[in-house]
């Protein structure tokens, strides 16, 4: 993805795919067909943020106000364009 499309793309979750939170482990899920993916950290909180209004640039910018000083520049794009190439992404 170049960085002029990636500054456009709102990302959202691919129609088969649901965020749930497992209040039992902690954590959140990414429910797929036949399938459950754990994710870590502040994972849950970023695909959360993939509502298709939002540009990359723009989940960037709110993470970054709500935790100041962390890599987010660095990191997020990279983590949706991977979620893109897995396919859980639009």
Not at 8 to 35: F, I, K, N, S
């Amino acid at each position: 993805m170049t960085a002029r499309s990636a500054d456009q793309w709102c990302p959202a979750l691919a129609p088969a795919l649901m965020l749930r939170h497992d209040a039992v482990r902690g954590t959140d899920l990414l429910v797929l067909p036949e399938r459950v993916v754990v994710l870590t950290g502040h994972a849950g909180m970023v695909v959360g943020l993939c509502d298709g209004t939002r540009t990359v640039p723009g989940i960037v910018g709110e993470l970054a106000e709500r935790f100041p000083g962390a890599p987010v520049a660095d990191s997020v794009p990279g983590f949706l364009d991977s979620m893109r190439q897995e396919g859980w992404l639009t």
